[in-house]
């Protein structure tokens, strides 16, 4: 499996989405990925549906809409229709996650659970089955530019020892803190879809940036291949 990258617009310049997005685009990026706030599950508010919707009509990629919400259920579908290629939820906020990640399904989307940094691997052990990725998010969600927490490394690698050890080759990604010096370590612990906002979007040329990224990931490829 081939490394995906995801540049993360919370760290793009929000007034000019379009122009952040193609630059990344021509860089290589595989998904464009949507951080989804509420000011409830996380201390701060992003986007909603219609802003989705427009980034819809000028992204060539899929879009990676991250649900940092405390009521994921009441948007699926709103979010669905407006263009998300992959909706993550988290394990945190629901108690019937199982209906939640079939009802992403059954809206056509891809379905993601995602896992803060203090919740154990153990919590997706009943879903491991049914995910068509996890999301390890390596630093505590809510803002960008983020230090990356050390361990997430071990806690990638916990993942995928689940997933295979349930017959699903779904893939792990990881946001948070993510650039050119850690990419390859979380690659080689079994990352395959690389979340990256400030590594990015807060370098002079992004486009040049989403190069250099996927270039330091498939080292990492190599290693884990070892």
Same mark, same amino acid.
Do not use: C
């Given at each position: 499996?081939?490394?995906?990258?995801?540049?993360?617009?919370? #760290?793009?310049?929000?007034?000019?989405?379009?122009?952040?997005?193609?630059?990344?685009?021509?860089?290589?990026?595989?998904?464009?990925?949507?951080?989804?706030?509420?000011?409830?599950?996380?201390?701060?508010?992003?986007?909603?549906?219609?802003?989705?919707?427009?980034?819809?009509?000028?992204?060539?990629?899929?879009?990676?809409?991250?649900?940092?919400?405390?009521?994921?259920?009441?948007?699926?579908?709103?979010?669905?229709?407006?263009?998300?290629?992959?909706? #993550?939820?988290?394990?945190?906020?629901?108690?019937?996650?199982?209906?939640?990640?079939?009802?992403?399904?059954?809206?056509?989307?891809?379905?993601?659970?995602?896992?803060?940094?203090?919740? &154990?691997?153990?919590?997706?052990?009943?879903?491991?089955?049914?995910?068509?990725?996890?999301?390890?998010?390596?630093?505590? &969600?809510?803002? =960008?530019?983020?230090?990356?927490? &050390?361990? #997430?490394?071990?806690?990638?690698?916990?993942?995928?020892?689940?997933?295979?050890?349930?017959?699903?080759?779904? &893939?792990?990604?990881?946001? =948070?803190?993510?650039?050119?010096?850690?990419?390859?370590?979380?690659?080689?612990?079994?990352?395959?879809?690389?979340?990256?906002?400030?590594?990015?979007?807060?370098?002079?040329?992004?486009?040049?940036?989403?190069?250099?990224?996927?270039?330091?990931?498939?080292? =990492?490829?190599?290693? #884990?291949?070892?």
């Amino acid at each position: 499996m081939s490394v995906l990258i995801a540049p993360s617009i919370l #760290s793009a310049d929000f007034a000019a989405l379009g122009l952040a997005i193609a630059a990344v685009e021509r860089g290589g990026a595989d998904l464009i990925h949507v951080d989804v706030m509420d000011g409830h599950f996380v201390p701060n508010i992003t986007i909603g549906p219609p802003v989705v919707e427009s980034i819809k009509k000028v992204a060539h990629v899929p879009l990676d809409v991250h649900l940092m919400i405390e009521e994921p259920d009441r948007f699926i579908d709103a979010f669905a229709r407006a263009g998300a290629s992959m909706i #993550s939820v988290h394990v945190e906020v629901l108690p019937h996650l199982h209906r939640t990640v079939h009802a992403i399904k059954a809206l056509g989307a891809k379905a993601g659970v995602v896992l803060n940094p203090s919740t &154990p691997v153990g919590a997706l052990s009943d879903i491991a089955a049914d995910v068509d990725y996890v999301l390890v998010m390596s630093v505590n &969600p809510g803002f =960008g530019g983020q230090t990356f927490i &050390p361990r #997430s490394e071990s806690k990638v690698s916990e993942v995928r020892t689940l997933l295979d050890r349930v017959g699903n080759a779904a &893939p792990v990604e990881i946001d =948070g803190g993510i650039d050119l010096q850690n990419v390859a370590r979380v690659v080689a612990a079994g990352a395959r879809m690389i979340v990256a906002g400030s590594a990015v979007f807060h370098s002079p040329d992004p486009e040049r940036a989403v190069r250099e990224l996927k270039a330091a990931a498939l080292g =990492g490829v190599t290693a #884990s291949a070892r």
